[in-house]
């Protein structure tokens, strides 16, 4: 299936079942689709936690879970499905990897693995250290220019590329400037791995000006400063397909699964997140979730009570003297119990809802005069956000 084929079946998709995968389970306490779909909301809210930790890890036998009750999601894994790249090995040299965690490394080599030819000097986009940046390098002997905004992470970057002799040098520059405009030119190529939001959509912006060849792998769609979602295509503008930033979020809602002791943190905040907000709707005898910000593990490490008191400040929100804390925790963990039931069906659109972002890319690209080239770069287990998207001005040489 073509690109705007693939995209405008994901389109439809998508649209079809709005009311299933827009409405996040965390904020109502009933969800408008329960009373569309009440054999479903009953069977979802009856499965036991076993069946939820494996219908939350295997998005194929959910699928298989929901469609008597979803028949169209029958075409969600084709449509869904993205081929792995062709990968070349290159032996890195002894200790290459020293300080660079394990997990990021993986990607790192794999990203580099997967691009074909390179003979021309290279811009790294949101560099971090530039791990990346340097694995390129040493493959293909190019000169490196790393844009990162954070000093710290420039001055370490600046000092490995020295250490291990290689032509990449680290800018400190803030890609959303004017400044990061200069960097950007016509024979180069461009490469970012996991740069986020509106920082991968400016290098998009950017390449389709300067004719540049590009190498992306895109994350965190929802950081962003517009509260709803601006598509870059114009078949995407057209699609009728409406974002917001929070529907975004649902786009890296997976993630790789934890051990069990990050599980079992990750289940507590969110029991003590719902708990709070069961408190706070009382309280303040609104029926309306009330979003908190991110808070250190230290937080929810020191039990209910205190990660109570350290929101309820950031929200100006007074608590009485007396809270019968044991109360609104227990309901928390109920709630936790049944929000990550009824969250299963959203999930089955979080891939959907990625690739229609990817595909407003690519199509923006391809509108632009670019070939695209879009496949996975690593397995799902090593990052979810495992999506590789080369484009290549029409015209231009492959390796150029
Ligand atoms: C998710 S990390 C990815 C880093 C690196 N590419 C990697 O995969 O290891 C995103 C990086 O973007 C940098 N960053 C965030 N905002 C930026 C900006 N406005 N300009 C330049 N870099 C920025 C962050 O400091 C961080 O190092």
Redo the contacts with the bound molecule.
């Keep these: 299936m073509n690109l705007p084929d693939r995209f405008h079946a994901l389109t439809t998709l998508l649209h079809a079942h709005e009311p299933l995968w827009k409405p996040a389970p965390f904020c109502f306490p009933v969800l408008p689709w329960e009373s569309q779909h009440p054999a479903l909301s009953q069977q979802l809210r009856s499965l036991d936690d076993n069946n939820v930790r494996q219908l939350e890890s295997d998005q194929a036998a959910l699928i298989a879970w929901l469609e008597p009750h979803l028949p169209e999601l029958v075409h969600i894994t084709a449509l869904t499905e993205v081929a792995a790249l062709h990968a070349t090995p290159h032996s890195y040299p002894d200790r290459f990897e020293h300080d660079i965690p394990g997990r990021?490394w993986q990607?790192?080599t794999a990203f580099a693995g997967c691009i074909d030819a390179l003979d021309s000097p290279v811009l790294?986009?949101?560099?971090?250290?530039?791990?990346?940046g340097r694995a390129i390098h040493h493959r293909f002997r190019q000169a490196v220019t790393s844009?990162?905004?954070?000093k710290a992470?420039c001055e370490d970057g600046e000092h490995l590329g020295q250490q291990h002799h290689c032509d990449v040098h680290l800018q400190h520059?803030?890609?959303?400037?004017p400044a990061?405009d200069t960097f950007v030119q016509q024979h180069q190529h461009a490469i970012?791995?996991?740069?986020?939001g509106d920082?991968h959509r400016r290098l998009l912006q950017l390449t389709a000006q300067h004719g540049n060849t590009l190498h992306l792998s895109p994350?965190?769609y929802h950081l962003t400063s517009n509260d709803r979602y601006l598509p870059l295509s114009q078949t995407a503008q057209r699609s009728g397909l409406s974002l917001q930033r929070d529907d975004l979020r649902l786009a890296v809602q997976e993630t790789v699964t934890a051990p069990g002791s990050v599980a079992r943190l990750r289940e507590l905040k969110s029991a003590y997140r719902l708990g709070f907000d069961l408190l706070q709707r009382q309280l303040r005898q609104q029926d309306h979730y009330l979003p908190v910000p991110s808070m250190a593990d230290a937080d929810f490490q020191q039990g209910f009570r205190h990660f109570c008191r350290v929101a309820a400040d950031l929200k100006r929100l007074p608590l009485p003297e007396q809270v019968d804390w044991e109360h609104w925790e227990a309901l928390g963990e109920q709630r936790h119990t049944e929000v990550s039931r009824l969250e299963l069906p959203r999930h089955a659109f979080r891939r959907a809802l990625e690739l229609w972002l990817v595909l407003d890319y690519a199509l923006f690209l391809e509108e632009n005069g670019y070939r695209i080239r879009l496949g996975t770069f690593c397995d799902r287990s090593l990052t979810p956000r495992n999506l590789l998207l080369t484009a290549t001005r029409q015209g231009t040489d492959l390796s150029q």
């Design positions: 990021k990607q790192v790294e986009w949101c560099a971090g250290k530039a791990h990346l844009l990162e905004w954070n992470l520059c803030d890609v959303m400037s990061a970012a791995l996991h740069a986020c920082l994350c965190c």
